[in-house]
């Protein structure tokens, strides 16, 4: 009797081990993406808990506000939008008091001396307060006193940003200076006193 020989032959489908290969990478793929879905929903429900609670603390913020203002009325101050502005003018009015009275006159006027060369002199000065900043208005008899000047102004350690604004020539009006015309000048400067 004769035996056959049997080899032995794969009965599945060709392309069967790509198919599994294939199935479990979207398994994985499933699982990732409920791992994801699941992180997305817990950070979520975090957010929502934190969204929660400021809005609690906001709510608990304009209610003592509201009793703020009716005990406020209650008492007899005012603090409407309106008189809230007017007491941000009146606090700013009385800084500018303060600083007038802390400002001395004879240190400027020292100082500005100091800087003023010949043949240069001053009509008027208007100083702003808030600011200390000047508005320095005058004659020079060249324009090269003009520019001795700003510079002047520039290296004294009490006066910066120095910008001409504007500068003309003008006659005089004395008769007797009529040949020789002037420079007048206006510019502005910051004072900060040491």
Same mark, same amino acid.
């Given at each position: ?18 198919? !599994?290969? %294939? ?20 950070e979520t429900r975090q957010l929502t ?11 608990? %913020? ?5 009793q703020f203002l009716e005990q406020a !009325? ?29 400002f001395s006159w004879t240190r400027f006027?020292?100082? #500005?001396? %100091? ?6 002199? $001053? ?19 060249? #324009? ?13 350690? %009490? ?8 500068? &003309? ?5 004395? &008769? !007797?200076?009529? &040949? ?6 206006? $510019? &502005? ?6």
């Amino acid at each position: 009797m004769t035996l056959l020989s049997l080899h032995p032959h794969s009965l599945a489908a060709p392309g069967l081990l790509l198919l !599994r290969i %294939a199935q479990w990478g979207l398994i994985g793929l499933s699982a990732g993406f409920l791992g994801a879905s699941f992180w997305i929903w817990q950070e979520t429900r975090q957010l929502t808990e934190a969204v929660q609670i400021q809005q609690e603390a906001v709510t608990r %913020a304009e209610h003592l506000q509201q009793q703020f203002l009716e005990q406020a !009325r209650k008492q007899g101050f005012d603090l409407s939008d309106t008189r809230i502005q007017q007491l941000a003018q009146e606090v700013s009015f009385a800084q500018q008091l303060s600083m007038r009275r802390r400002f001395s006159w004879t240190r400027f006027l020292s100082d #500005l001396e %100091a800087a003023v060369p010949p043949h240069v002199a $001053m009509e008027s000065i208007v100083l702003n307060f808030p600011k200390t900043s000047l508005v320095l208005n005058g004659m020079a008899r060249e #324009l090269s006193d003009l520019s001795s000047f700003v510079e002047r102004l520039e290296r004294h350690p %009490a006066f910066n940003h120095v910008v001409v604004s504007s500068h &003309k020539l003008k006659q005089p009006k004395e &008769k !007797r200076q009529a &040949k020789n015309p002037v420079v007048t000048f206006s $510019m &502005k400067v910051t004072y900060t006193p040491n």
